[in-house]
């Protein structure tokens, strides 16, 4: 604290280091008045010229056998240091044109607009950062939009395409409309892309230089482009820069969720949950008795001052029925809430929980989001079989199958399965009825989801708004599906995916802004490498931001709220309301509608009238209800002689779990210099309270003495609520670490993947694809012969069978039998005797075939068979996934179990994948020419894209489904089929290096097995 009082903040150095450049920019500024608005135009295509040519010299410049990695960060360092040396002038250019514009108008999004811009200082600080690779924090209203004209300029000078990242179409259509007007007046081309596009559309708008869209569209394309037939079929042309506008709404709050392209399984509608769902409401009318009893017993304890059983009384009601009325209603009531803990405590100290809630049905932690069925429960479930719902110990029961000598090797072999199937069965059905159980108890109607036309929604809990085609995971769905008697959707299977983590670390350079991106620093600069910059408002912000007040009930609150809202609207002071869920917004309307006053409700529901309502959110009089502003994207404008009434007010009537959500919320008010001010409203019922910090707050408001409708401002409890607010941040951050941790191992065979998928879409010399795939192939048979031992020990006749049907080869082994134990005689030499006669045999087949036709005959299939075992290995690397957190319970590490099994299942299906690729090549049968073109244009058919929601992401509190089938196979090293730049043999010694850096010695034959654990080809040249 001291250093940045005598040296100032990190940001505050950096951007004190950037004064000079941006005296620079004006000063070009002032010189380019006397250009026209041709040359200005001509002067981007010198300087794009300039750029290209600084890529191709470097380009020709490297030898062709250095490594690919090696190479394009050579290049792009110099297009990078070529791009900064025209920063000062491209930015200049920017400015004059804005300038040029002033005062002149055009329709964006079907209305007249006005230019009045013209880039200040402090926006072109804001560019310098973005142009870095860096983030950019500005407040609302300080013009971010414009500030990435700027390095969005610049940066389109490579010619490769830049993209815009905003945080809906909306946005991305009126802000290429919009800014679209500066680039085409120097001579770019703009474009941007909407949901409803075709791949037509979507090609010709990637084409531009600069594009403009959301997170969802951009990583989409990705996984489609991924997935096409023909390059023509594909839409982007690679990840250059990227400019991500709300960056901590995109790569944060997003990041806790995969994008996922699926598709519908062939098998019927899973109805277990229907099954279900009798015994989960038969458990949870019990216990919601109970639980009343338990608050009924604890009331009349603490009446005869017996405080120790009165906190057990209170402690099994909250960890029974958590939300349930009685329980919120009794933790009102002073000391009630910490003798509870206390309690809770004490038996946590003394491991003795379970005592606690073994008198109950089930149990819930709210916090973590698990409940545990008791032995209780499950009596009532199955009380003739309590078993059937608890999951047995594999490991014992195969051990004791292991260890019986009454049962034949067959049989032991047969009671093996069965318990792998009781296994599986009894984890599936545990898993569901959790899912179930989680729906009836933790999730609310209108809170976490609406019901609209018989289809259950998620709501955004950051923006509030419906997301349509978005699922929860792992069942949760089904089971709100179920619970809400409404159809329950189709499993679907997984066909592409990724992580938004891992698709922006794509970019070769990201930057972002956002108004509140500080609180975030660690998370972006840890994931993403994003240093972020405070950058100074143009005029000093003077919104008056008031201390919260606590109530101790939601009722109090909300009357407080309306009362205040009543005595702005007398005076004509705009409000605008913020609340957290659909249900706080409505019940408020209600509410408003009583005292008869006029307001806007703008949530899940009403979104369709978001722009509308949002513009007039600022005029005298306004009453706005917004479910979080989060993103809402559009800056709020005071009316007429609102300003004199103190701008607009802020009321919030609850803490997001995020410090950012609340400071975007308050953002909205005194934008620019204006007046405003903000206050948020809290009750002890609030969630995040309840579950975070009510401990520490009730404790203070037990000091004080507050009663009953009696509201507390102090600096102690804003202190509480920010230290509750950092909790959920720090387990949130959890989440996306974890997520994060799973997709890169996924990610590195995702790479793998696409590079021979691209390398075969692309690629002109198929003939080479195919004769690589045939010798890794070849090697693989032989290698896992190898394995077994000595030659008398290989399995001969299943190798000629083999060759035989793959490759068409008859191969004699009796000559090689004998020869094979002469020292000279190696397994390579039988690869290459074997790979001698598949070249032969393939050679005649290429004879009788167009060569046209056989090439692109070999690209299908290689396409095809690809994301034929692709497809089948993210559905077998979902259901591990499902399983692993089981595994927990057998005291390993569920990652490095992912991790080590995820790897064994990518060999098999790479081994896999080649053994099916060259049975097809060698056996398919082709009858006419045009054969292969007709193949060759067919689709993937009904798929659907989901940002889907993830439930659990590996924490070992909530086991879910374990049907992984076995792999006790033994393993193939495996090669993937891509071409080496020169002839390398097999057992020649190269280099590579390793992720820490260390360089080791291995053969050639070894390198891809090396390369998808992350080690590095180094120039062998």
Known sequence: MLLSKLFGTKSEREIKKL?????????????????????????????????????????????????????????????????????????????????????????????????????????????????????????????????????????????????????????????????????????????????????????????????????????????????ALRPEEQAQRGHAFAVVDEVDSVLIDEARTPLIISGAVDAPVDNTFMKLKPDVQLLVKKQATMVSDFVREARKLLDDDSEDEAGLKLLQARRGLPKHPQVMKVFQESGTLKLSQDIESNYMRDKKLHEVDDDMFFSIDEKSHVIDITEKGRNVLAPENPDAFVIPDLGELLLEIDERNDISPVQREQEKEKAHQLHADRSGTIHNFNQLMRAYTMYEKDVEYVVQEGKVLIVDEFTGRVLPGRRYSDGLHQALEAKENVRIERETQTLATITIQNYFRLYDKLAGMTGTAETEAEELGSIYKLDVVVIPTHRDIIRDDRNDLVYKTKREKYNAVIDEISDCNQRRQPVLVGTISVEVSELLSRMLKRKNILHNVLNAKQHQREAEIVIRAGQPGAV??????????????????????????????????????????????????????????????????????????????????????????????????????????????????????YDDVMNQQRQVVYDIRDQALSGENMRDTVSQIVEDYVADQIDEQSSLGSPEEWEWERLKQNFASHLLVDTNFENVKKGVNNPDVTSDDIIDWIISEAQSVYKVRESLIPEEVIRGFERFVILRTIDEKWKDHLYAMDQLREGINLRAYGQKNPLLEYKSEGFKMFQEMMADMNSVIVQRMFRTQLEGMDQAPQIQGRQVRNIQVQHQDTTGMGFTGQPQRSGQARRDQPQQAVRTPIKAERKIGRNEKIFVQAPNGKKIEIKYKKLQHFLSQGYTELDNA
């Open 624 to 741: 706005t209800i917004a479910t979080n502003m989060a993103g809402r994207g559009t800056d709020i404008k005071l009316g007429d002689g609102v300003k004199d009434l103190g701008g607009l007010h802020i009321l919030g009537t609850e803490r997001h779990d995020s410090r950012r959500i609340d400071l975007q919320l308050r953002g909205r008010s005194g934008r620019q210099g204006d007046s405003g001010s903000s206050r948020f409203y809290l009750s002890l019922e609030d969630d995040l309270m309840r579950l975070f910090g009510s401990d520490r707050v009730a404790a203070i408001m037990d000091r004080m003495g507050v009663e009953d409708g009696e509201v507390i401002t102090a600096g102690m409890v804003t202190r509480a609520i920010g230290n509750a607010q950092n909790k959920v941040e720090i387990r949130n951050f959890g989440v996306r670490k974890h997520l994060l941790e």
């Open 19 to 227: 004064i000079p450049i941006v005296a620079e920019i004006n000063q070009v500024f002032d010189s380019l008045k006397t250009k026209n608005d041709d040359e200005l135009k001509n002067r981007t295509f010198e300087l794009r010229d300039q750029v290209i040519q600084a890529r191709k010299q470097v380009d020709d410049d490297l030898s062709p056998s250095m490594d690919k990695g090696e190479r394009d960060k050579l290049i792009s360092k110099a297009e990078q240091d070529e791009l900064d040396s025209n920063m000062v002038e491209a930015f200049a250019m920017v400015k004059e044109t804005c300038r040029r514009m002033m005062g002149q108008s055009w329709r964006i999004s079907g209305q007249e607009t006005k230019w009045e811009m013209i880039p200040y200082d402090v926006q072109l600080l804001g560019a310098i950062i973005l142009h870095k690779g860096k983030v950019a924090e500005m407040k609302t209203g300080e013009g971010k939009t414009l500030v990435a004209t700027m390095p969005l300029y610049l940066n389109a000078l490579s010619g490769r395409g830049v993209h815009v990242v905003t945080v809906n179409d909306y946005l991305a259509q009126r802000d290429a409309e919009w800014m679209g007007e500066i680039y085409r007046r120097l001579g770019l081309t703009v474009g941007f892309i909407l949901n409803s596009m075709d791949n037509m559309q979507r090609r010709e708008m990637y084409g531009c230089d600069i594009t403009y869209g959301t997170n969802n569209e951009y990583g989409f394309d990705y996984l489609r482009d991924n997935m």
